[in-house]
């Protein structure tokens, strides 16, 4: 059993698993909270919150909205005022989801975060951590309180119990339910066996379990998925927006796109998409896919009004994506990281667009039955070429940028045809923020800030696609 963190919140535990709500002026109690390892089912099986003994039980840390101030309606395509919802985003104390969940909120929006913290006990077993130091998430709900006057309400539980899930359904109501709470890292899926199945386990079966949730208690919600633009892969012929049209010995069909996952992590969101496609046609369940391409950078409206609100910051190679990690390596003076070639294509997009294109899927959302599929980015790079443009925007704030070939850890094409489709949320209003000077200057500083929290131990990759083997694997002390 290991700490996570430990705070002081407003929590009410039910000794029957229900959460029970209370405003946060009512509650003193300290509590921490504590992580449950069951170690013969590596890496672990879920949390749970402990009072003075183990038992099985489910949080909810709740305040009432208060609004300070009025923030425009969202607009529809139609033009049609779209009135607050309330949205449910599942991993909202991750990357994107806690960047969604305070933008969201800011528009509006009554907003709950559901999440099992585990994010925080993946740097803990890996001996990883953010760039930036990141604050509990309690701590950053007060925070968001007290700066904007708005609350946002907090589940603490793993969404693959679906007695939690489902009482949590029942106490929020949402309207729309916004879906990061996954494993989200190709190399954490290929460590070992047990991270493997647990990637698997973890996103396939709490997806069912969100499918099952709203058909049950919410048949209206509206899910929004966080896909991948991995689950294509690279074919030799342009990727298009969720399905395909092919004639095939004279007959014609729409067909959904091919998949071609590349990792563990990346075959869950494919058995995500197909469960969702189905439960759409046979439940009536509407839902949008966004196949996100790879996130960079920090800072959003609402993370910037605080410290206390920033967001976390992966560098390392596990969690790391590649622009963020090659603005920590130049800042610190570590070469570039280029994996093989460095012709691998794919497409990328600010996390100023994260959210953006959160909030127009929620504010359009798909008809009762349909199954959407946005791709979810703003431009191609090769790898090569984002390398490039670090090591010149290094070199105007006087770093001495280089850049070295490693051996590709992953089983992937290192030159190749890409070319993606991404009008969907353009036609929607998206407005993106594209790779400039001025922004890779931000984050170039903004590292240079962080460096000293650098550990440079964690730049090399170590993770290797053809060596994963069945033995768990640890981290040295």
């Not at 969720?242 to 796109?257: A, E, K, Q, S, V």
């Not at 359009?364 to 349909?370: S, Y």
């Not at 800030?449 to 090399?460: A, C, E, F, L």
């Amino acid at each position: 059993m290991a700490q996570l963190l430990s705070s002081s919140c407003s929590l009410t535990i039910s000794s029957r698993n229900k959460p029970c709500l209370k405003p946060l002026n009512q509650c003193s109690t300290s509590f921490s909270i504590m992580v449950a390892c069951n170690k013969s089912r590596l890496p672990f099986r879920r949390l749970s919150l402990q009072e003075q003994k183990p038992r099985r039980s489910s949080a909810v840390v709740h305040a009432t909205a208060v609004s300070t101030s009025q923030e425009a309606p969202v607009q529809t395509s139609s033009g049609d005022p779209f009135k607050p919802q309330r949205v449910m985003v599942i991993g909202g104390d991750g990357y994107c989801g806690w960047a969604t969940a305070l933008h969201l909120s800011n528009k509006g929006y009554e907003v709950a975060i559901v999440d099992n913290l585990v994010r925080r006990l993946f740097d803990h077993q890996l001996g990883l951590d953010s760039l930036t130091p990141i604050s509990s998430i309690q701590n950053r709900l007060q925070c968001w309180k007290s700066l904007t006057g708005k609350s946002i309400e907090l589940y603490i539980g793993d969404i693959c119990e679906f007695e939690f899930l489902s009482e949590t359904f029942k106490s929020f109501e949402p309207d729309a339910v916004v879906h990061f709470g996954e494993q989200r890292s190709a190399p954490y899926s290929m460590i070992d066996r047990s991270r493997a199945v647990y990637t698997q386990q973890n996103n396939v079966v709490g997806t069912l379990n969100v499918l099952f949730a709203i058909k049950e208690f919410r048949e209206q919600c509206h899910l929004v998925k966080l896909g991948t633009m991995g689950e294509y892969g690279t074919p030799n012929i342009d990727i298009e927006e969720g399905y395909i049209t092919i004639t095939h010995n004279g007959r014609t069909d729409t067909l959904p796109y091919p998949k071609q996952a590349s990792s563990f992590y990346h075959l869950s969101k494919v058995h995500d998409s197909h469960n969702i496609a189905f439960t759409c046609k046979a439940w009536g369940i509407r839902a949008t896919d966004l196949n996100q391409g790879v996130v960079y950078g920090v800072r959003t409206d609402e993370t910037a009004m605080h410290e206390m609100l920033c967001n976390r910051f992966d560098y390392d190679a596990v969690f790391g994506t590649a622009l963020n990690r090659f603005c920590v390596q130049a800042a610190v003076g570590h070469p570039l990281t280029v994996y093989g070639k460095g012709g691998q294509t794919r497409g990328f997009l600010d996390i100023r667009d994260t959210v953006q294109c959160v909030e127009l899927a929620i504010a359009n959302p798909a008809k009762p039955g349909e199954f959407r599929v946005f791709n979810q980015f703003t431009e191609q790079f090769k790898v090569s070429e984002l390398a490039s443009l670090v090591t010149k925007a290094g070199e105007k704030l006087g770093l001495d940028v280089k850049t070295i070939s490693v051996p590709n850890p992953r089983v992937e094409a290192e030159e190749h045809y890409y070319n993606c489709k991404n009008t969907k949320l353009v036609d929607l209003g998206l407005k993106p923020h594209f790779l400039s000077d001025s922004l890779l200057d931000s984050l170039l500083n903004f590292a240079i800030q962080y460096k000293d929290r650098v550990d440079t131990k964690q730049i090399m990759p170590s993770v290797s696609w053809r060596k994963v083997g069945a033995k768990t694997k640890t981290v040295p002390a």
